[in-house]
């Protein structure tokens, strides 16, 4: 579709702020975001939308336009829900960057608006009518099954089974996920025991990749061509639009659970107030539960990836953003609630393949009562700081872990961090600096040596008299007694916060 068939749409009511003479843009789909450099997602020609959230000052509309102009984007949808109108600077933006850019009234929400853009980009065929006059995700498969003589499957990077028309292989279900990390785009996959499947993106997903959903087709397709990519396509978009619907619901529970959560560890609200608050968002609370905190960087995209890793668990649970992360509260039995770590374990490995490098860090608490939620949130907090902490590309911490020193140090604000650093290491850094000596790695190697000056020795190459004599210099410059075990802890502490090298006992030399 064009940019002009949704000015013209007097329903949505959009008012053109720039860029009104470029009618004959194409829109190619739709992107929803309020990440200020949302680049990594986007492919080009869509229709961005955006609530504004990011958006501070000047500097702000800059960064975010200039953005989307590099990613090719069609056209800006500024929301007024939060700012009453698009800021004058952001206009002034999309005029410099000549990108066009129109205000959605309050009245349209962004679900409405992108449904109405897939709905007009993508209206050849009985599949898109069915599913916007109410039709379910396994009525659409069956469909475009019928269609293609083929079975569908819609899958999520988060390593779940969405719905399909039949059982999925496992080797099938391996191969894609590998695939649709490495970027796939439409193609034939090839699972381990030569089963042949089109993975077909949802182009249209504005989740982040490793929460995106895609399609599977069964299949070689030897004769695949524009008829079978139509089909495909349309049950991409009608998926997008089923997506859309899920989501949307995910938030509406996620706002009453959110307030809930704040209330709690506020403790604003008393446990039955906040039992009560939970029945209503759907989990039942006369079961136990556990906690689960998630946090790849940004809030939205951890609440958004937490709910994805939720569902791929199959367990009863609820998903809300929390701090700087998100939360998610899991209701089962004991038994099952106790593998909730390894579960979520080999789920994030799935995921972790879509994050680009990124670092995601996973917390879970330990299995407890509902009247008893404010400590299991906070157990999940620790965690997952202690997960965030250890700096792995895909961390899980669950409670068993939480009986360790780095739980503290994990805990304790940035600022006083370097401080304590600071004030028991900055005379030898600097002494190992000016002589090119290597105190504070003689140090840390006897630390993790348990004071043994035979094994700190032979771990150095060097001899017994020469390390007693380094670490005399170390008392020396600190003005502390390695002799007392209570230096030898202020010390151990202080390197494990030393970002330049391995903590004590890492095993790393």
């Given at each position: 579709?064009?940019?002009?068939?949704?000015?013209?749409?007097?329903?949505?009511?959009?008012?053109?702020?720039?860029?009104?003479?470029?009618?004959?843009?194409?829109?190619?789909?739709?992107?929803?975001?309020?990440?200020?450099?949302?680049?990594?997602?986007?492919?080009?020609?869509?229709?961005?939308?955006?609530?504004?959230?990011?958006?501070?000052?000047?500097?702000?509309?800059?960064?975010?336009?200039?953005?989307?102009?590099?990613?090719?984007?069609?056209?800006?949808?500024?929301?007024?829900?939060?700012?009453?109108?698009?800021?004058?600077?952001?206009?002034?933006?999309?005029?410099?960057?000549?990108?066009?850019?129109?205000?959605?009234?309050?009245?349209?929400?962004?679900?409405?608006?992108?449904?109405?853009?897939?709905?007009?980009?993508?209206?050849?065929?009985?599949?898109?009518?069915?599913?916007?006059?109410?039709?379910?995700?396994?009525?659409?498969?069956?469909?475009?099954?019928?269609?293609?003589?083929?079975?569908?499957?819609?899958?999520?990077?988060?390593?779940?089974?969405?719905?399909g028309t039949a059982e999925l292989?496992?080797?099938?279900?391996?191969?894609?996920?590998?695939?649709?990390?490495?970027?796939?785009?439409?193609?034939?996959?090839?699972?381990?025991?030569?089963?042949?499947?089109?993975?077909?993106?949802?182009?249209?997903?504005?989740?982040?990749?490793?929460?995106?959903?895609?399609?599977?087709?069964?299949?070689?397709?030897?004769?695949?061509?524009?008829?079978?990519?139509?089909?495909?396509?349309?049950?991409?978009?009608?998926?997008?639009?089923?997506?859309?619907?899920?989501?949307?619901?995910?938030?509406?529970?996620?706002?009453?659970?959110?307030a809930a959560l704040r209330r709690?560890?506020?403790?604003?609200?008393?446990?039955?107030?906040?039992?009560?608050?939970?029945?209503?968002?759907?989990?039942?609370?006369?079961?136990?539960?556990?906690?689960?905190?998630?946090?790849?960087?940004?809030?939205?995209?951890?609440?958004?990836?937490?709910?994805?890793?939720?569902?791929?668990?199959?367990?009863?649970?609820?998903?809300?953003?929390?701090?700087?992360?998100?939360?998610?509260?899991?209701?089962?039995?004991?038994?099952?609630?106790?593998?909730?770590?390894?579960?979520?374990?080999?789920?994030?490995?799935?995921?972790?393949?879509?994050?680009?490098?990124?670092?995601?860090?996973?917390?879970?608490?330990?299995?407890?009562?509902?009247?008893?939620?404010?400590?299991?949130?906070?157990?999940?907090?620790?965690?997952?700081?202690?997960?965030?902490?250890?700096?792995?590309?895909?961390?899980?911490?669950?409670?068993?872990?939480?009986?360790?020193?780095?739980?503290?140090?994990?805990?304790?604000?940035?600022?006083?961090?370097?401080?304590?650093?600071?004030?028991?290491?900055?005379?030898?850094?600097?002494?190992?600096?000016?002589?090119?000596?290597?105190?504070?790695?003689?140090?840390?190697?006897?630390?993790?040596?348990?004071?043994?000056?035979?094994?700190?020795?032979?771990?150095?190459?060097?001899?017994?008299?020469?390390?007693?004599?380094?670490?005399?210099?170390?008392?020396?410059?600190?003005?502390?007694?390695?002799?007392?075990?209570?230096?030898?802890?202020?010390?151990?502490?202080?390197?494990?916060?030393?970002?330049?090298?391995?903590?004590?006992?890492?095993?790393?030399?």
């Amino acid at each position: 579709m064009q940019l002009g068939d949704l000015l013209s749409d007097p329903e949505l009511g959009l008012v053109p702020l720039h860029g009104a003479d470029q009618a004959d843009r194409p829109v190619r789909g739709v992107y929803i975001t309020d990440l200020i450099d949302p680049r990594r997602y986007l492919t080009g020609g869509e229709l961005v939308l955006s609530g504004l959230m990011w958006h501070s000052g000047p500097a702000d509309s800059e960064r975010f336009v200039a953005a989307l102009v590099d990613a090719g984007v069609s056209a800006l949808a500024a929301g007024t829900a939060r700012l009453g109108h698009a800021p004058p600077d952001l206009v002034e933006a999309c005029r410099r960057h000549d990108l066009p850019v129109v205000e959605v009234p309050v009245r349209v929400s962004f679900n409405a608006l992108a449904e109405r853009v897939q709905r007009r980009a993508a209206p050849r065929r009985e599949l898109v009518a069915a599913v916007a006059a109410g039709a379910d995700l396994d009525e659409a498969l069956r469909m475009a099954a019928d269609e293609l003589g083929a079975d569908c499957w819609v899958l999520s990077a988060a390593g779940w089974v969405v719905g399909g028309t039949a059982e999925l292989p496992g080797d099938a279900h391996r191969a894609a996920l590998r695939d649709f990390a490495r970027g796939g785009t439409p193609g034939t996959v090839r699972s381990g025991d030569g089963d042949a499947h089109v993975l077909w993106p949802v182009e249209s997903d504005t989740a982040p990749r490793a929460a995106r959903w895609f399609v599977l087709i069964a299949g070689a397709f030897e004769d695949w061509g524009a008829e079978q990519a139509a089909i495909a396509t349309d049950l991409g978009t009608v998926v997008a639009l089923l997506r859309a619907r899920v989501d949307e619901a995910r938030r509406i529970a996620g706002r009453s659970v959110e307030a809930a959560l704040r209330r709690s560890l506020d403790g604003a609200s008393t446990p039955a107030e906040v039992a009560a608050r939970l029945e209503t968002a759907g989990l039942p609370t006369d079961e136990p539960l556990r906690a689960v905190a998630l946090d790849v960087g940004d809030v939205t995209e951890s609440t958004t990836l937490l709910r994805e890793v939720a569902a791929a668990t199959g367990m009863a649970s609820v998903t809300a953003p929390l701090g700087d992360g998100a939360v998610a509260l899991f209701v089962d039995d004991e038994a099952h609630l106790a593998q909730l770590d390894d579960r979520i374990g080999r789920i994030v490995a799935d995921v972790q393949q879509c994050l680009e490098g990124r670092g995601l860090a996973v917390g879970v608490s330990d299995v407890t009562p509902a009247t008893a939620l404010r400590g299991a949130l906070e157990e999940a907090g620790y965690a997952r700081r202690l997960a965030q902490r250890r700096r792995g590309r895909a961390e899980v911490v669950g409670a068993a872990e939480l009986a360790t020193h780095e739980v503290l140090l994990a805990s304790t604000p940035d600022e006083l961090r370097r401080s304590y650093r600071e004030r028991l290491l900055a005379d030898l850094l600097a002494y190992d600096e000016a002589h090119h000596s290597e105190l504070v790695r003689t140090l840390r190697t006897f630390l993790d040596c348990s004071g043994s000056w035979s094994r700190c020795a032979e771990v150095l190459h060097v001899h017994v008299n020469t390390l007693r004599y380094r670490i005399r210099r170390v008392e020396e410059i600190t003005g502390r007694d390695l002799s007392e075990f209570a230096t030898r802890v202020d010390f151990y502490l202080a390197l494990s916060l030393d970002h330049g090298a391995p903590a004590p006992g890492s095993g790393q030399r």
